[in-house]
């Protein structure tokens, strides 16, 4: 009965810590297969200025799905970056594209650096926050 409870209790804890890691305002296709794929390589990427990957820092807006052909789909990407004049941002949207791509059942990979809405701190993760010590 005990490992029971503690199994049970564990999973709440991982469930409670996976929301904390999601950013207010990303949109993504939860339901899609390959989502978790591409969320996990996203959470390798960082900023090589802040501790905390991309996906919790809250530069990804926007991940899209398109519908499967000849057993592959081709995804995009718009995201951020923390300033227009971050010292990688020529490099950070190869960096996302070559995460992606190789990931089974995905096709091409297009990702685009967007500048609306401008990127500010409320758009991390709380998980990203407690990293940085920014309470809010």
Request: charged share 20%; glycine share 6%.
């Amino acid at each position: 009965m005990t490992t029971d409870l503690s199994k049970l209790e564990q999973k709440q804890v991982e469930e409670n810590y996976d929301h904390l890691t999601q950013p207010p305002h990303v949109e993504v296709p939860r339901d899609h297969p390959l989502w978790p794929k591409i969320e996990s390589v996203l959470k390798e990427i960082y900023d090589p200025e802040i501790p905390v990957n991309i996906y919790e820092l809250g530069l990804i807006y926007k991940v899209s799905i398109a519908p499967e052909e000849q057993g592959v789909s081709d995804v995009k990407v718009d995201m951020s970056l923390t300033s227009p004049a971050c010292p990688v941002a020529q490099d950070m949207p190869g960096w996302v594209q070559g995460a992606i791509l190789p990931l089974e059942g995905v096709g091409g990979v297009e990702v685009e650096i967007v500048w609306e809405p401008q990127w500010n701190p409320s758009m991390m993760a709380e998980t990203a926050k407690m990293q940085l010590n920014m309470f809010m």
